[in-house]
């Protein structure tokens, strides 16, 4: 068990739908980021929250937001959402944002768009 | 180019074999990261590095700075090893994570 806590684990929904998914990073960690994960593009970097703020974009979508709760949960928020967005997310927390602290990841949240 | 290249993509070994897989990356890191993720999808860390050598058990991973080379090493494997190791890089702003593709290891009894 790494600590981190994502939910739900299994999401179906229908194309144009609003989904939010949650992320509790281990006690202690500051840092979220969260991560995409389809056949087509391997695992990649949506997004970055450090302590509440958001520091860092990656290839995130316009539809695609998120947040980090005072209390350092997160949630990655997809809209409008499209058939290519059928994909695995995980959040991953560490300790801090310096790259020089271990990665936990949660178990992934598999989003199926139909 | 890819920032980070694994090989091999594919490996299928037979229990108790020696087992490499090497990553090869193109950019300045912080530290470079091992995972492994199960068929269930889930993934876990195994190791950060960002010099020289970790050992955990049956699993060693090695990082030449100088030649942008990672090394996992694992020892006596078993078929509880099939699983797909992915390397990653910690790099840019917030030192996210670039993955490589992975490497797909099957262990056979």
């Known amino acids: 068990d790494s600590g981190v806590t994502q939910t739900p684990k299994h999401l179906i929904t229908a194309t144009g739908q609003r989904v939010t998914l949650r992320c509790s990073p281990r006690?202690?960690?500051?840092?979220v980021y969260w991560y995409q994960q389809s056949l087509d593009q391997g695992l990649q970097f949506l997004i970055h929250?450090?302590?509440?703020?958001?520091?860092a974009k990656g290839n995130i979508l316009e539809r695609f937001s998120a947040q980090q709760f005072p209390d350092l949960h997160s949630e990655l928020n997809l809209s409008s959402l499209e058939l290519g967005d059928s994909a695995l997310y995980f959040c991953?927390?560490?300790?801090?944002?310096?790259?020089?602290?271990?990665?936990?990841f949660g178990q992934g949240t598999r989003l199926t768009v139909v | 180019k890819n920032e980070v290249e694994q090989s091999p993509q594919n490996l299928t070994a037979q229990e108790g074999e020696f087992i490499t897989i090497n990553c090869s990356y193109s950019?300045?890191?912080?530290?470079l990261h091992w995972l492994q993720q199960h068929p269930g999808g889930g993934i876990v860390s195994l190791f950060m590095?960002?010099?020289g050598k970790k050992k955990h058990g049956r699993l060693i991973a090695t990082i030449n700075i100088q030649e942008k080379h990672s090394s996992l090493h694992i020892t006596a494997s078993h078929p509880r090893d099939s699983a797909v190791y992915i390397c990653?890089?910690?790099?840019?702003?917030?030192?996210?994570?670039?993955f490589g593709s992975g490497t797909q290891l099957t262990v056979l009894p």
């Open positions: 991953a927390s560490s300790a801090d944002g310096t790259g020089l602290t271990e990665a936990f």
């Open positions: 006690s202690g960690d500051l840092s």
């Open positions: 929250y450090y302590n509440g703020e958001e520091r």
């Open positions: 950019v300045g890191i912080s530290a």
């Open positions: 590095l960002s010099s």
């Open positions: 990653a890089l910690a790099s840019g702003s917030a030192r996210q994570l670039t």
